[in-house]
């Protein structure tokens, strides 16, 4: 079985395809692959992909698609076991089954993992809560280093500034350069 998945926006994993094959060659990768770009991906920037590096998907694609070491920068924080192992738990036990009892059971939980997930979204928007629970934790983490920083210079026309962070147990009062439009942060 090919699976395909993303992570969501609560950092959670996301099934996106399944395709049963004979085995995980390079041909069947490839052809997996291929519906995948076309009818999923269609052309999307920043995806990656992540994989238990099975031999017919190292040969189907180069590296930088699907390492975090070569990848831009795109799957920072994604583990790949983490993910493999997310799936492997959703599907435990269906793998060796009649393919039919393969297909209905990998239905059957994949729909059950989009309602729990649905009914948790319904009760955040409910609640009032516009971000997800992952962004607002990562949100209030940024805040709280945030407060002990102080921008000393600011350019607009260049979308620049210099920043001081505060000196906490023998670190900070470093100056970081924040160039906005580069997307670039570098100490000084």
């Known amino acids: 079985?090919?699976?395909?998945?993303?992570?969501?926006?609560?950092?959670?994993?996301?099934?996106?395809?399944?395709?049963?094959?004979?085995?995980?060659?390079t041909s069947s990768w490839k052809w997996f692959l291929t519906l995948l770009s076309r009818h999923v991906i269609r052309g999307r920037r920043g995806v990656c992909l992540i994989s238990d590096r099975h031999p017919g998907i190292i040969k189907a694609i180069n590296k930088e698609k699907w390492t975090a070491s070569h990848d831009g920068g795109w799957c920072t924080g994604i583990l790949t076991t983490n993910m493999s192992e997310c799936i492997n738990g959703v599907l435990k036990g269906a793998r060796r089954l009649p393919l039919t009892a393969i297909v209905e059971i990998t239905f059957v939980r994949t729909v059950n993992y989009f309602v729990t997930r649905e009914r948790r979204s319904h009760a955040m928007v409910?609640?009032?809560?516009?971000?997800?629970?992952?962004?607002y934790k990562m949100f209030n983490q940024w805040h709280q280093k945030s407060i002990d920083h102080t921008v000393t210079k600011?350019?607009?026309?260049?979308?620049?500034?210099?920043?001081?962070?505060k000196r906490q147990s023998g670190f900070g009062l470093n100056t970081h350069v924040v160039k906005i439009t580069n997307r670039e942060c570098f100490m000084r």
């Not at 600011?154 to 962070?165: D, G, K, L």
């Open 1 to 25: 079985m090919l699976i395909a998945a993303a992570m969501d926006g609560n950092q959670q994993v996301l099934p996106l395809a399944f395709a049963i094959v004979d085995d995980e060659s």
């Open 154 to 165: 600011y350019n607009h026309r260049q979308q620049s500034a210099s920043v001081v962070t």
């Open 126 to 135: 409910a609640n009032g809560q516009l971000w997800t629970d992952f962004a």
